[in-house]
């Protein structure tokens, strides 16, 4: 069964520092999602985005994070000068295209673990 | 504001029967999904309601009242398995945005 695949697994960076967290969607996926999950806290959305841009964001989601679509196969979430708070599970996910995206189930990466020295 | 809540943990016994309620305030409504999640693993998904009833899918089934606000997913013949953390989560936009409740630890004693 076709998955969502997230590197690296977990990441340890200083405080300041930026990083980029890699996504690949399953393929005939159109939709595509970040989500955070701060350890012991719930599942937090961040960002959707459909057709190469942006399409909703949370308050969290401010200009200290971005994402991009590379190529056909990517996506990526960028994170700038990251803070301690900045600790967390960070999930993508993709739903399929041919339906609207609110009813199709969303399949989730098995995360990277973002660790803030 | 939006409000997703659930009970916190529940523990049964393997083979028997588990119902898990949520309640939801949000600003939209598009479908309410249920994922399973074990601990430091991602979300799977379970169950989707959009419309008032029950969706029976193998061991587990979920019901969904809109008018209420409320939504319950049944866990039948226990598996020791099945601890994990079930987590109700409401699709609020077009867009497909989930707004997730805080989670459910069952716990599955022999």
């Known amino acids: 069964e076709p998955e969502v695949t997230q590197t690296p697994s977990h990441q340890v960076t200083q405080m300041g520092q930026e990083v980029i967290l890699r996504c690949v969607p399953i393929?005939?996926?159109?939709?595509f999602y970040w989500y955070r999950q701060i350890l012991g806290q719930k599942v937090e959305f961040l960002v959707s985005?459909?057709?190469?841009?942006?399409?909703?964001k949370s308050e969290i989601f401010d200009d200290q994070f971005s994402v991009e679509r590379p190529d056909g196969s990517n996506f990526t979430l960028k994170i700038r000068s990251t803070k301690l708070e900045d600790s967390a599970m960070y999930f993508c996910?993709?739903?399929?295209?041919?339906?609207?995206?609110?009813?199709?189930?969303?399949?989730f990466g098995d995360g990277t673990r973002l660790s803030i020295l | 504001g939006q409000n997703i809540d659930q009970p916190t943990e529940m523990t049964a016994t393997e083979g028997a029967i588990v119902q898990i309620n949520c309640t939801y305030q949000?600003?939209?409504?598009?479908?309410l999904f249920w994922y399973q999640q074990h601990a430091g693993e991602a979300p799977t998904f379970l169950s989707y309601?959009?419309?008032?009833g029950l969706e029976e899918k193998g061991r587990f089934s979920s019901f969904l009242s809109r008018s209420k606000g409320y939504s319950y997913l049944l866990l039948k013949e226990l598996q020791m398995k099945d601890s994990a953390s079930y987590l109700c989560?409401?699709?609020?936009?077009?867009?497909?945005?989930?707004?997730f409740g805080a989670g459910t630890q069952v716990v599955v004693t022999p």
């Open positions: 996910a993709s739903s399929p295209s041919g339906a609207l995206p609110h009813n199709q189930p969303q399949h």
């Open positions: 393929s005939n996926h159109l939709y």
């Open positions: 985005f459909y057709n190469n841009e942006i399409s909703e």
């Open positions: 949000t600003s939209g409504f598009n479908g």
């Open positions: 309601n959009v419309l008032d």
């Open positions: 989560a409401v699709s609020t936009d077009s867009w497909g945005k989930l707004q």
